[in-house]
């Protein structure tokens, strides 16, 4: 029997991703998304940190459902802005989940920033909780600089502008095979994987 275990999100590209990478890894459970469940009020992201927002969407989630839930929250801290837009990267520009306006408003304020001081890391935290009230949070970060301009239609949010360290391409520019290998998201799920595989393995 599959076990079921439920990521609690609505974002169509973030869920790919982490089916991507939980599917592969543990195959006898099957990942659902928040439109595969009944509908619930979910509470804002009131967190100070992107650690307390994935663990309160979790506990959300596992509260309404019964189901074993994964929730993360993630975003980009930029060195210049004091890690800013933080937990607030969704919402930069002031409308949730505007990527075109987030992005260009952060362009436009590291416009004078020389490039040697863009330093950025996309950071993830993710957190499972189960109905037996099992918590476990990881967090991981991705460095690398925020670009002067978009570049590469792979991904989502701020994936166009930030060059990972080491590569020539923007986040946006990758595979989702290299994406996955390399990013924030995909560090803090394949950390989370054995811990998903004991805590789900042994019921």
């Not at 009131?46 to 929250?73: C, I, S, W």
């Not at 409308?95 to 993830?124: I, K, M, S, W, Y």
């Not at 803090?188 to 811990?195: C, D, G, H, K, R």
Request: aromatic content about 4%.
């Amino acid at each position: 029997m599959s076990t079921r275990l439920l990521l609690a999100t609505r974002n169509a590209g973030k869920l790919a991703e982490l089916q991507r990478l939980l599917e592969s890894a543990m195959p006898g459970v099957e990942v659902i998304g928040l439109r595969d469940v009944e509908e619930y009020p979910e509470a804002p992201e009131t967190g100070a940190t992107f650690a307390d927002n994935a663990l309160l969407k979790a506990r959300e989630a596992v509260r309404y459902t019964g189901l074993p839930a994964v929730a993360d929250d993630s975003g980009l801290s930029v060195d210049a802005l004091n890690g800013m837009p933080g937990v607030l990267s969704a919402r930069w520009s002031g409308r949730h989940g505007d990527d075109d306006a987030n992005t260009a408003l952060l362009l436009g304020q590291l416009a004078d920033v020389p490039d040697e001081r863009r330093g950025a890391a996309f950071v993830c935290a993710a957190a499972l909780v189960t109905p037996d009230g099992t918590e476990h949070v990881l967090e991981r970060e991705w460095r690398g600089t925020v670009v002067r301009a978009k570049r590469g239609s792979n991904g989502f949010g701020y994936d166009p502008v930030f060059e990972p360290a080491g590569l020539s391409q923007t986040s946006a520019e990758l595979t989702p095979a290299e994406k996955d290998a390399r990013s924030h998201r995909g560090q803090a799920f394949a950390a989370l994987v054995p811990v998903l595989a004991e805590v789900l393995g042994a019921r």
